[in-house]
């Protein structure tokens, strides 16, 4: 079975009792089946490899030209030290389920 998935396709198209498909739209669904599965070909561990080791030198050769950042550090998680403040629906939603326990 192909990306598209057309074995349950056709048994909706059976089970709706739907008209065929045009021969255009078979010969185009054929064109993108058989370009999905050359793409799919393509990639491979070797061109994964490839890929990424042209992006990790394309970062490396254009490092001269950022701008180091000074002012404040970044981290991926800060440990709720500087939350989001709760919308008005949440604070409303705790309101009410916090009267529902009291009760």
């Known amino acids: 079975m192909g990306a598209f998935g057309s074995g349950r396709k056709k048994k909706n198209l ?3 009792n739907l008209a065929d498909e045009s021969d255009k739209t078979k010969r185009a669904r054929g064109k993108l089946m058989k370009k999905s599965e050359e793409i799919e070909t393509q990639i491979t561990e ?4 490839a ?3 042209q992006i990790q030198h394309r970062i ?3 490092q001269d030209y950022r701008v180091p950042v000074k002012k404040k550090q970044f981290g991926l998680f800060d440990e709720n030290q500087h939350s989001a403040k709760p919308s008005k629906k949440v604070l409303s939603f705790a309101a009410a389920l916090k009267s529902k326990l009291t009760k």
Request: net charge positive; hydrophobic share 25%; aromatic share 0%.
């Open 46 to 49: 070797q061109a994964l490899k």
């Open 60 to 62: 490396s050769s254009n």
């Open 14 to 16: 059976e089970a709706k």
């Open 51 to 53: 890929k990424s080791n």
